[in-house]
């Protein structure tokens, strides 16, 4: 660690999501290099049928790069191109997640979570204990859908 670096130990809920669900779709948009990432649900007849909006600024892809690119060294890349979706025009809350996790068992997992920086810079002053993020979304797809958008993300990424 450089001088005035504070390193903090995250902990993920396992419990406790804002949003939880399923998608087969996604699309990102580039905004001053932060993603906007949406995840859709689509039924076979093509109707949308729920959606989730969530920001994820420079800083959180700088320092998510490295565990999620092994991460998709773990898993492999991508064996096909994602699905072309494009979200609808309207206006949707969207959410913003400081911290992003995936894995998988017989589905793929994106967990968002956040944390304000500022309080967890005092706590580690005064503890070492692991900071309780809180949970944002825990989102399901299957494994190749989870692979494309983790390679979707940091594709056209711009430093």
């Not at 706590?123 to 958008?149: H, M, P, W, Y």
Request: proline residues 3%.
């Amino acid at each position: 660690m450089s001088k005035g670096e504070v390193k903090i130990k995250l902990a993920i809920p396992s419990v406790g999501y804002q949003r939880r669900m399923f998608f087969n779709r996604f699309a990102l948009q580039r905004i001053d290099g932060h993603a906007l990432a949406f995840f859709a649900l689509v039924d076979d007849s093509g109707l949308l049928r729920d959606i989730y909006a969530c920001m994820l600024s420079k800083q959180t892809l700088k320092e998510s790069k490295e565990s999620l690119g092994k991460y998709l060294g773990l898993v492999g890349a991508p064996k096909s191109s994602a699905t072309a979706w494009s979200p609808p025009a309207s206006l949707m809350a969207t959410d913003v997640a400081t911290v992003i996790n995936m894995g998988y068992t017989e589905e793929a997992e994106i967990v968002l979570g956040t944390f304000a920086v500022g309080p967890a810079i005092q706590q580690v002053k005064i503890s070492d204990k692991e900071i309780q993020i809180g949970g944002v979304a825990c989102l399901r797809c299957d494994l190749e859908t989870q692979r494309q958008f983790l390679a979707a993300l940091y594709a056209k990424e711009k430093e």
